[in-house]
């Protein structure tokens, strides 16, 4: 699909249900024209990851994701060899008497003994164009492989010394997110289009949810947002995200919740809050005082 501005891209994501405002839009618009990697930051639950799914589906591209964690490295980011399947190839070729030590060691590092890990598909030719590569969480790694991965990132390339280097026919859309459980190199985010994913608005989180959660009627919307944007103005351990608006209002659904009350809240805070202190804190007096602080400003002036 021809992206030609920056509604365009509101439109397509409004598509798969991802309600994007005009900021991120323009910068999302800004790194598919210029081929520029995307790196968005912000609190968990803010939709980053889902604004990666949501480009690869309306744009028809495979999705390969790249999700980081501590320790991980350019081998485990890359590729590796099937150890396994070289084994029993090893073992046939001496029960057979086959090749010599030479030959038998030039066959075993081929593509067919590669298991290709998300950097290294991502530089592969993929059915409908290049591929949406999203490096999730970079945070989570270590300086090392940040410093692998602006290399790899300004080339397109990957180096697999048996096989040699590996450059993408078309560069990938790279996306990376980031919780910012610590500060990524400035060098990292230099090569990259930036912008801060923050908790939405009123209007903006109801309409997600409206996208999200079709189903729920309009008055329960309402109070599950304004219960929401009023808990993360209290002092918490882990703020709920957008993410866990969604799933607060479908387990309520699922209750068959018309309307918010202290006891439903009591019963479900688990959805929204994942830290025992946190739902320690909001249980009982508090849930209801913040109950009503949400239906107050929901009331007509």
């Known amino acids: 699909m021809q992206i030609d501005s920056i509604d365009d891209v509101q439109t397509i994501l409004a598509g798969q249900d991802y309600v994007c405002g005009r900021a991120l839009a323009t910068v999302v618009f800004l790194s598919l024209k210029l081929g520029r990697p995307l790196f968005l930051e912000g609190e968990a639950g803010t939709g980053k990851t889902e604004i990666a799914k949501a480009i690869a589906a309306s744009l028809g591209r495979k999705l390969i994701r790249l999700q980081c964690y501590e320790g991980l490295d350019a081998a485990s980011a890359v590729y590796e060899w099937n150890f396994a399947e070289q084994m029993i190839a090893i073992r046939t070729a001496e029960a057979t008497g086959g090749a010599d030590r030479s030959e038998l060691k030039s066959e075993l590092f081929t593509e067919d003994y590669l298991i290709e890990r998300p950097l290294l598909q ?85 309409e997600i949810l409206n996208a999200r959660a079709p189903e729920a009627q309009d008055t329960l919307s309402r109070e599950v947002v304004a219960f929401v944007q009023k808990l993360r103005t209290e002092d918490l351990f882990k703020k709920p995200g957008v993410a866990e608006t969604i799933d607060w209002a479908k387990c309520l659904l699922a209750l ?28 009982g007096s508090e849930a209801q005082r913040i109950l009503k602080d949400a239906r107050a400003e929901l009331a007509p002036a």
């Not at 270590?142 to 280097?165: H, I, K, N, R, W």
């Not at 993408?168 to 912008?195: F, G, M």
């Open 122 to 206: 991502a530089m592969r030719p993929q059915e409908g164009g290049a591929p949406v590569l999203l490096i999730d969480e970079i945070d989570r790694t270590d300086e090392p492989f940040e410093a692998f991965l602006l290399e790899a990132l300004s080339d397109f390339q990957v180096t697999v010394p048996e096989l040699g280097t590996i450059k993408a026919p078309e560069p990938p859309i790279v996306i990376l997110t980031s919780n910012r459980t610590r500060e990524v190199h400035d060098a990292l985010k230099r090569r990259c289009l930036y912008h801060w994913v923050d908790y939405p608005t009123f209007d903006r989180e109801l």
């Open 256 to 283: 068959d919740v018309i309307d918010l009350s202290p006891e439903v809240i009591a019963d479900t805070l688990g959805a929204i809050l994942k830290y025992q202190d946190d739902i320690a804190r909001i249980e």
